[in-house]
């Protein structure tokens, strides 16, 4: 079936330091994919999100590049902040509508000053 | 004003009890989810909905239950909350976009939920 794989956290950096969390999917049918982000206290919010191969999604400084040959999505950011502390999830979507969505265990980063 | 809210935000209550949290939503959006959350499992999906007349079961339904009142409302049910249902539980909702098939689900804040 579907699934995601995720690097496992948690994850601690230096404020700029650069960020990668690894992330692969099960290559079953055309889904899109997602990074989501939940920050302390709060719901998950879309980071970001590629729909079909070769797509490169980004937001906030953050990048994920849809690499079918790899079944990959990793989430890189160049200079992370303190304010980017929080769980990072990445997903797939069900292929076809996409109504469903699988999710990775997370990943906690904390980003120290 | 949040899109998608949830109630309560935070529950304590003891075996056996029926707890019902509900879950509304502004954006118009046709589809609903629940979700629940536990440390170190990700996120997975209790069961959802693409209409008022259409539910559907997850991964993770046995033990609860569901309720699509209206487009905008979708409550889930503990019928006899045991403590391995202690989690975080999310609502979520999308919109079917076209043929393109870029679903994006949007949370709501959240409801913890502890069973003594």
């Known amino acids: 079936g579907d699934s995601v794989t995720q690097m496992e956290g948690p994850v601690t950096l230096s404020e700029e330091a650069f960020l990668t969390i690894n992330c692969t999917y099960t290559a079953t049918g055309y889904p899109s994919l997602f990074w989501y982000v939940q920050y302390p206290g709060e719901g998950l919010q879309l980071l970001l999100k590629a729909t079909k191969a070769d797509d490169k999604g980004s937001n906030k400084g953050f990048e994920a590049t849809y690499r079918k040959e790899t079944t990959s999505f990793h989430l890189e950011k160049g200079s992370v902040q303190v304010s980017d502390s929080a769980v990072y999830f990445c997903?797939?979507?069900?292929?076809?509508?996409?109504?469903?969505?699988?999710f990775g265990k997370g990943t906690l980063l904390t980003v120290n000053p | 004003d949040a899109d998608v809210t949830q109630t309560p935000r935070n529950r304590i209550t003891k075996t056996g009890k029926r707890i019902m949290l509900e879950c509304s939503q502004t954006k118009g959006h046709d589809r609903m989810y629940w979700y629940r959350q536990d440390p170190g499992l990700g996120l997975r999906l209790i069961y959802y909905?693409?209409?008022?007349?259409?539910?559907n079961k997850g991964e993770i339904s046995d033990g609860y239950s569901v309720s699509r009142q209206a487009q905008a409302k979708f409550s889930l049910s503990l019928e006899s909350a045991i403590p391995n249902q202690t989690a975080l539980y999310f609502c979520?909702?999308?919109?079917?976009?076209?043929?393109?098939?870029?679903?994006?689900?949007?949370f709501g804040p959240g409801t913890r939920l502890t069973v003594l």
């Open positions: 997903a797939r979507g069900s292929g076809g509508s996409n109504y469903k969505l699988t």
């Open positions: 909905s693409f209409d008022v007349k259409d539910i």
């Open positions: 979520a909702t999308s919109a079917q976009t076209g043929t393109l098939s870029t679903d994006t689900q949007y």
